[in-house]
């Protein structure tokens, strides 16, 4: 079983930063692929950023390419999601989750094991 933990989500003014953490345990945290998907009010959850296990490959939702960017750190089992340039629409709830996998998903449907999200709020 794997739990995962978001954390740094907030209120932030358009054209501002934020940086979410997710939090894994387990010691086989390097052979999971993980993710960030997002869910706004009203809306389906919608895939943002992911990244592989082994070398690292990322893979962004058209959306978010060249704003934000996803990163690992596999000797502390984190997973990261820098995200600048923030637009309004960028606002809703941030989940992290993962699979013990070799292949990358952009459904939730692929993912086994979803984090409680954490808000973010862009402001215009």
């Known amino acids: 079983q794997v739990q995962l933990v978001e954390s740094g989500g907030g209120l932030v003014q358009a054209g501002g930063s934020l940086r979410l953490s997710c939090a894994a345990s387990g010691r086989t945290f390097s052979s999971y692929v993980m993710a960030w998907f997002r869910q706004a009010p009203g809306k389906e959850r919608e895939f943002v950023a992911a990244?592989?296990?082994?070398?690292?490959?990322?893979n962004y939702a058209d959306s978010v390419k060249d704003r934000f960017s996803i990163s690992r750190d596999n000797a502390k089992n984190m997973v990261y999601l820098q995200m600048n340039s923030l637009k309004p629409e960028d606002s809703a709830v941030y989940y992290c989750?993962?699979?013990?996998?070799?292949?990358?998903?952009?459904?939730?449907?692929?993912?086994?094991?979803w984090g409680q999200g954490t808000q973010v709020t862009v402001s215009s």
């Open positions: 990244i592989s296990r082994g070398n690292g490959k990322t």
């Open positions: 989750a993962s699979r013990l996998s070799t292949l990358v998903g952009r459904t939730p449907q692929f993912y086994d094991y």
